[in-house]
């Protein structure tokens, strides 16, 4: 849910203070978003469907344990690492958002809080908050990335070593190569297109707040990481 940008630098962040393969790590950060020609579609990929936010019925919760079930004897691969992270990044932001943005009605949510105090009436089309809530994750992706806060993964044929270790082998080494020049090629043509003179502003948040809300997202991620070792 959040943008790539902030998938790739929470998993620079945390490649810091723990011993983990650049490449293998930062692809697997961005396996449940890049569906792209792959097996598996998004949705199944984030391990949504089962599990429902208690105070927001309408929204999926990502279902770590079952993802967790499922790949139990490989949980120290620094892929499935990084898809591990991937999951728990997108259930922090997501409870934050649901439960401090959507402004809600016996379980319903019928507006959003904006950042200047006013309130987005969302009855009659549910899907503005969506188009909110990305449209402020995806600027804030874009200013990390001008700010050249993000590195991408690189080598292919190390990444393709743990592939082989993903549920139904959703995704081959030519998945991985393409996503690999899509990064490096169009996905940074089309930042840097977009980031030059950005004059967009945010509608649920300060940047402040979404400063903070990645530094604690970071800290809730390592806490897990060392339950798992």
């Keep these: 849910m959040p943008s790539w940008s902030i998938h790739l630098k929470i998993g620079k962040e945390l490649l ?5 393969d650049k490449d293998e790590f930062l692809f697997g950060s961005l396996i449940p978003d890049t569906d792209y020609g792959w097996k598996v579609k998004r949705f199944i990929a984030h391990y949504y469907g089962k599990l429902k936010f208690p105070k927001c019925p309408y929204e999926n919760m990502v279902d770590i344990e079952s993802f967790k079930k499922d790949y139990k004897d490989c949980l120290d691969n620094d892929l499935i690492k990084g898809y ?9 932001y997501n409870e934050y958002i649901y439960y401090n943005k959507w402004v809600q ?3 319903e949510v019928v507006g959003i809080k904006t950042v200047s105090g006013e309130i987005i009436d969302v009855k009659d089309d549910y899907r503005l908050t969506y188009i909110y809530k990305h449209k402020d994750l995806e600027l804030y992706g ?3 990335f001008a700010k050249e806060e993000v590195i991408f993964p690189e080598e292919v044929e ?11 082998n959703f995704v081959s080494e ?3 190569k393409e996503r690999i020049e899509y990064l490096h090629k169009d ?11 950005e004059n967009t502003e945010y509608v649920l948040f300060t940047e402040e707040e979404l400063d903070n809300l990645l530094k604690d997202c970071l ?4 806490d897990k990481i060392k339950e798992l070792n």
């Excluded at 190390?158 to 139904?168: A, G, M």
């Excluded at 996905?187 to 003179?197: A, H, S």
Aim: avoid cysteine; hydrophobic fraction near 35%.
């Design 187 to 197: 996905y940074v043509d089309n930042f840097l297109k977009i980031t030059k003179g």
């Design 219 to 222: 800290e809730y991620i390592r």
């Design 16 to 20: 810091k203070d723990n011993k983990m």
């Design 105 to 107: 009605d016996n379980n």
């Design 142 to 144: 874009k200013r990390i």
């Design 174 to 176: 030519e998945n991985v």
């Design 84 to 92: 591990y992270v991937h999951l728990l990044t997108d259930n922090f």
């Design 158 to 168: 190390r990444i393709n070593k743990s592939i082989k270790l993903l549920k139904d």
